[in-house]
């Protein structure tokens, strides 16, 4: 249902563009937004963004990561400048989705993203 790319590897500075994907069976897609794990951490808040494009950013990349979305394309994005080594993580996306039959049980499905690699170098 959602899929990451854009991941890589960047030096310490640069900058890196994630985009995610939702696909299937969509009546509508909610509050879509990026998550981030790095190795031994727990997974934290980067931002998040609603279908009115209200955003919200957590505290670990405010100011240096700036969230969009296209819903016509049911896609989010993330982008990130002023990268640091710290930010080397698996960043996940995560939307919630109102398919065709959530839409006629009167409900909605939060799903996950397989989660892309990025490293930064020092």
């Known amino acids: 249902q959602l899929q990451a790319s854009g991941g890589g590897v960047a030096q310490t500075g640069g900058s890196l563009r994630l985009s995610c994907a939702a696909s299937?069976?969509?009546?509508?897609?909610?509050?879509m937004g990026w998550y981030r794990q790095a190795p031994g951490k727990q997974r934290e808040l980067v931002a998040t963004?609603?279908?009115?494009?209200?955003?919200n950013y957590g505290d670990s990349m405010r100011g240096r990561a700036t969230i969009s979305r296209d819903n016509a394309k049911n896609t989010v994005y993330l982008q990130m400048i002023s990268l640091k080594p710290e930010d080397t993580a698996v960043y996940y996306c995560?939307?919630?989705?109102?398919?065709?039959?959530?839409?006629?049980?009167?409900?909605?499905?939060?799903?996950w993203g397989q989660g892309t690699l990025v490293t930064v170098s020092s």
């Open positions: 299937g069976p969509i009546y509508s897609v909610a509050v």
């Open positions: 963004i609603s279908a009115a494009h209200n955003e």
């Open positions: 995560n939307a919630d989705i109102e398919s065709y039959r959530d839409h006629a049980e009167g409900s909605m499905s939060k799903y």
